[in-house]
């Protein structure tokens, strides 16, 4: 299983990014998928993640209301649409999925994740 992350940039406070996550040797209908990130000199911490089904998601209380995951199935990729960036979300990005969930677990642990992509610096400027 590989996981590409892409789509992070330098942007402005205020502006919007959307972050894609593709994958191959596995197929996200059949796996939970989250999002975390990992700010200069801090721990990786949980942002989003949708279930297996599709029909839960969960975010993370800093996101909430301005980020939003969605999965494309034909295309076999998750996004993290975020919007009104703020400099505190500059991170690189790191999309995870794991098959060993029910249909609507959607874990916030990273421990709880099997296969990373490589992460996408995402850069908020003041």
């Known amino acids: 299983v590989q996981l590409q992350a892409s789509g992070g940039g330098l942007v402005q406070a205020g502006g919007s990014l959307r972050l894609s996550c593709a994958a191959s040797g596995l197929t996200f209908s059949s796996a939970v998928t989250g999002w975390f990130r990992q700010g200069s000199g801090k721990e990786r911490e949980f942002v989003t993640a949708?279930?297996?089904?599709?029909?839960?998601?969960k975010y993370a209380d800093s996101v909430k209301g301005r980020f939003t995951i969605s999965r494309d199935s034909a295309k076999n990729t998750v996004y993290l649409q975020m919007g009104s960036l703020k400099p505190e979300d500059t991170a690189v990005y790191y999309c995870?999925?794991?098959?060993?969930?029910?249909?609507?677990?959607?874990?916030?642990?990273?421990?709880?994740?099997?296969?990373w992509g490589q992460g996408t610096l995402v850069t908020v400027s003041s």
């Open positions: 949708i279930s297996r089904s599709g029909g839960s998601t």
């Open positions: 995870a999925t794991s098959r060993t969930f029910s249909s609507f677990a959607t874990p916030m642990s990273p421990q709880e994740y099997r296969y």
